[in-house]
């Protein structure tokens, strides 16, 4: 059973960066794709950016295309996501999640395992 957990959650002014950790016990997350979603207040959680075990192939939503960037360090067992430019818009609940599958899916769905989330605030 693999339990992730985020870290890296915080207060932030637009146009500031983030950088939030995925750590993992129980499993060795190079073996998952990896995914980073979110939930804003009143809204459905969507998808923002993924990384499959094959070739490390990443995706992302248009939203964040060009200002998140996911990445991997094996060593460490971490999976992050690196967030500049923020906007207020991009505040949310981050969670981290794990998928045994290595389809190229961005369905929340598709995923086994989820972290408890952090909380990332941008004001304006």
């Known amino acids: 059973q693999v339990q992730l957990v985020e870290s890296g959650g915080g207060l932030v002014q637009a146009g500031g960066s983030l950088r939030l950790s995925c750590g993992a016990s129980?499993?060795?997350?190079?073996?998952?794709?990896m995914g980073w979603f979110r939930q804003a207040p009143g809204k459905q959680r969507e998808f923002v950016a993924g990384?499959?075990?094959?070739?490390?192939?990443?995706d992302y939503a248009d939203s964040v295309k060009g200002r998140f960037t996911i990445s991997r360090d094996i060593a460490k067992n971490t999976v992050f996501l690196q967030m500049n430019t923020l906007r207020p818009e991009d505040t949310a609940v981050y969670y981290c999640?794990?998928?045994?599958?290595?389809?190229?899916?961005?369905?929340?769905?598709?995923?086994?395992?989820w972290g408890q989330g952090t909380q990332v605030t941008v004001s304006s």
């Open positions: 999640a794990a998928a045994s599958s290595d389809l190229a899916l961005r369905a929340a769905a598709s995923f086994n395992y």
């Open positions: 990384i499959r075990r094959s070739f490390s192939t990443t």
């Open positions: 129980g499993g060795t997350l190079s073996n998952y794709r």
